[in-house]
């Protein structure tokens, strides 16, 4: 399902990437609890943001990507995700 997140993301297909997620899945960016519709819209669909997976760990829910989007260009990210029956529950980003 990780996998499905990145691929969504990538295709800024918003119904798809909601539809890998729970219905009460929660985030945080940098350690700050974020609400994931208001954070979408900036930081994901708002700005054309592409992620490039450098590598994974731990089973696949532990990713570094190269992170780019127009509001804040490229960046190295962590992302964590917990799954919970075959969706994202919830997912931690921030800087790598």
Do not use: C, H
Request: glycine content about 8%.
């Amino acid at each position: 399902m990780v996998q499905e997140f990145v691929d969504a993301l990538n295709a800024n297909d918003q119904d798809r990437f909601f539809a890998a997620l729970t219905d009460d899945a929660t985030m945080s960016d940098d350690g700050v609890e974020r609400n994931i519709g208001q954070w979408t819209d900036s930081e994901v669909f708002g700005s054309n943001a592409r992620m490039q997976v450098e590598s994974v760990d731990d089973g696949g829910t532990e990713l570094v990507a190269d992170y780019t989007n127009s509001r804040w260009g490229s960046m190295r990210t962590s992302w964590r995700f917990t799954v919970r029956d075959g969706k994202v529950s919830r997912f931690e980003t921030g800087q790598a």
